[in-house]
């Protein structure tokens, strides 16, 4: 299992599996091979839905922005 945490407040978001992290890895950019966050606003989940992200996926970012679509959020990842 996967947590998600908010990086700056270190609030946890939600877990994914370990499908939906690879699908993360494979879609989005990463500054090292240690990074472990990702920044997710409303466009960047309109593009991991139009590339086929699981529904799970897409329904756990949109519940994590709820009303910050355009102000984005930076996640971070660990394995629990």
Avoid: C, H
Avoid at 35 to 48: E, F, R, S, V
Avoid at 50 to 78: C, H, K, M, N, Y
Wanted: proline letters at 2%; zero cysteines.
């Amino acid at each position: 299992m996967i947590e998600l945490r908010d990086k700056s407040t270190n609030e946890p978001l939600g877990t994914i599996d370990d499908a939906e992290l690879r699908f993360l890895v494979d879609e989005l950019e990463e500054e090292s091979e240690t990074d472990n966050d990702y920044y997710i606003d409303g466009d960047t989940i309109d593009m991991l839905e139009a590339d086929g992200a699981p529904g799970s996926l897409i329904t756990l970012f949109r519940r994590i922005l709820g009303s910050q679509a355009e102000e984005g959020v930076e996640v971070r990842w660990r394995r629990v």
